[in-house]
């Protein structure tokens, strides 16, 4: 959501805002955290150390958290006035390990830019 | 679990979804996006809404998601065609939960806020997107 749209919600949206976008960096964080234990923690043990389970467990785990994060940002994007380029930029994100957290990161921003009050 | 307990209460908390998700969809449909303050009537049925969609709607959800996965993962049968069909059409209809239950916050704010247009048929599209999902899971034609 733009800062300039922000300011023209009133203050008990912005609280809820805030709350919504709270929530969906936790949910960031933990669909960051499966992929990476996916990628470079189960994903060694098959193939190295041959341990199938690893990814058998992990897999479904990770999926999970993946459509629990695609849920909340479509929840997310839903109440505000979001940029394409920032929606494409959640989205492509979520493919790539690490990038969840620096999802987190512009999502704090985008919360904090919400608390400047008018 | 035994796979018939997981599969009734994954029926259970899909029925459970569903329903929310209709009226969500046509209270979204419904009630006018205003740009001034919501009527005495309106809002508390948008909050109690709101409270259904978050206290009962949502978490049967994750339920069905759960379950559904524990199930496919029991049964073996994530290298099947008719899941893989049947994902993709239950994520499309998470992301439609979703942004009802985005824009239903939004009505319920103070702000007002106008439904997106694709909501309007949100309430055909669940039922669809229901009627396909039986299909595959109970024919599971291919």
């Known amino acids: ?118 | 679990m035994d796979y018939l307990w997981l599969k009734a209460i994954h029926v259970a908390a899909a029925v459970t979804w569903i329903g929310g998700m209709l009226a969500t969809g046509l209270v979204v449909t419904m009630v006018p996006a205003s740009q001034h303050k919501r009527s005495a009537g309106e809002l508390p049925m948008l909050e109690a809404i709101r409270r259904w969609d978050q206290r009962v709607t949502s978490p049967a959800m994750l339920i069905v998601w759960g379950l559904g996965i524990t199930v496919a993962v029991k049964a073996g049968w994530f290298s099947s065609p008719w899941l893989m069909i049947k994902l993709m059409i239950v994520l499309l209809l998470s992301v439609l939960h979703a942004m009802l239950s985005g824009t239903l916050r939004r009505m319920a704010g103070d702000s007002g806020h106008a439904s997106p247009a694709l909501l309007r048929y949100a309430a055909p599209l669940t039922i669809a997107a229901v009627a396909l999902i039986a299909i595959l899971a109970v024919a599971k034609p291919f």
């Open chain 1, 1 to 118: 959501m733009s800062a300039s749209s922000n300011h023209t919600l009133p203050q008990s949206d912005r609280s809820q805002e805030r709350g919504q976008l709270r929530r969906m960096r936790y949910v960031s964080l933990l669909e960051g955290t499966t992929l990476v234990t996916l990628v470079f923690v189960a994903v060694p043990l098959k193939h190295l150390g041959g341990y199938p389970a690893a990814t058998a467990i992990l897999g479904p785990i990770h999926g999970a958290a993946f459509l629990f994060y695609v849920w909340m940002l479509s929840q997310t994007i839903s109440a505000g006035d979001w940029a394409t380029r920032e929606i494409v930029r959640m989205i492509a994100a979520a493919f790539i390990p690490f990038g969840a957290f620096a999802n987190e990161r512009a999502l704090k921003r985008k919360e904090d830019a919400m608390a400047v009050t008018v």
